[in-house]
């Protein structure tokens, strides 16, 4: 009796701390969408003449601060799951962390090309600088299409065939992922080769799908959490008391 009721205890802890942990994971997959108005935001670097134009730099400021944001709360999309996920396939799990890594670096790198640039423009460099604007704009759609765009594609990868495989979350999500990753890359692949620009409507919609997967990866964990019916769910611990209370 003392054994059950202990195992009991265990396993409402055990759900308590991964509604906890599905509630975070879901909390800042959500929050990577406040990145949305920066394509808008950046539109005045886009322009060839941006360094000697007039006008505010506050929406690339704006910008930069929305993907900043971005950039940590994908990496903490990484280390909020992995406990979890690690019980699956730990070499996986840590990809996925390093794949995150790599994303969050990549935005920062694009962020501060802006920066950079913006700091161009009102230290009053002239037209002399307007080439070195151009590469700096260049490189941040650069770092856009590898780091925001590409990196997403491998993320559904990892994390969707942890899912799928773990069932911590319906089939039909990480299936999701899975099918939208090589769309993604064949738009990116389209875009490094200049047969289409990053924001033409076809490139737009074969990213739809990795964008749905990962918003409702979000409302779905935040809403319902992980399946406590998975069996990664069992610590070792629990599977032994419960073991013992059979016998």
Request: net charge neutral.
């Amino acid at each position: 009796m003392t054994t059950a009721v202990q195992t009991t205890a265990t396993r409402r802890v055990t759900i308590t701390t991964q509604r906890k942990t599905a509630l975070a994971a879901g909390a800042l997959y959500l929050l990577t969408f406040v990145s949305i108005p920066t394509l808008a935001l950046y539109g005045s670097a886009h322009n060839p003449n941006f360094i000697v134009g007039p006008g505010p730099d506050t929406g690339i400021f704006f910008g930069g601060i929305l993907e900043v944001i971005v950039a940590l709360a994908s990496f903490g999309t990484a280390v909020a799951l992995y406990p979890v996920l690690k019980r699956q396939n730990e070499g996986v799990a840590l990809g996925f962390v390093g794949s995150r890594v790599l994303e969050a670096g990549t935005i920062f790198a694009g962020v501060a090309c802006l920066v950079s640039l913006v700091s161009l423009r009102q230290a009053g460099a002239g037209p002399d600088a307007l080439v070195t604007g151009h590469a700096l704009v260049a490189m941040y759609d650069q770092t856009f299409l590898l780091g925001q765009s590409f990196l997403p594609a491998v993320n559904a990868l990892l994390l969707g065939s942890l899912l799928y495989q773990s069932r911590l979350v319906p089939r039909a999500l990480p299936l999701l992922g899975l099918i939208g990753a090589p769309l993604l890359v064949a738009g990116d692949i389209a875009v490094l080769f200049g047969l289409l620009d990053r924001t033409a409507t076809p490139v737009l919609l074969l990213a739809l799908p990795i964008a749905l997967w990962e918003f409702s990866l979000g409302v779905w964990l935040v809403v319902k959490g992980f399946n406590v019916s998975a069996s990664v769910l069992a610590s070792p611990k629990t599977a032994t008391q419960e073991l013992v209370s059979a016998e």
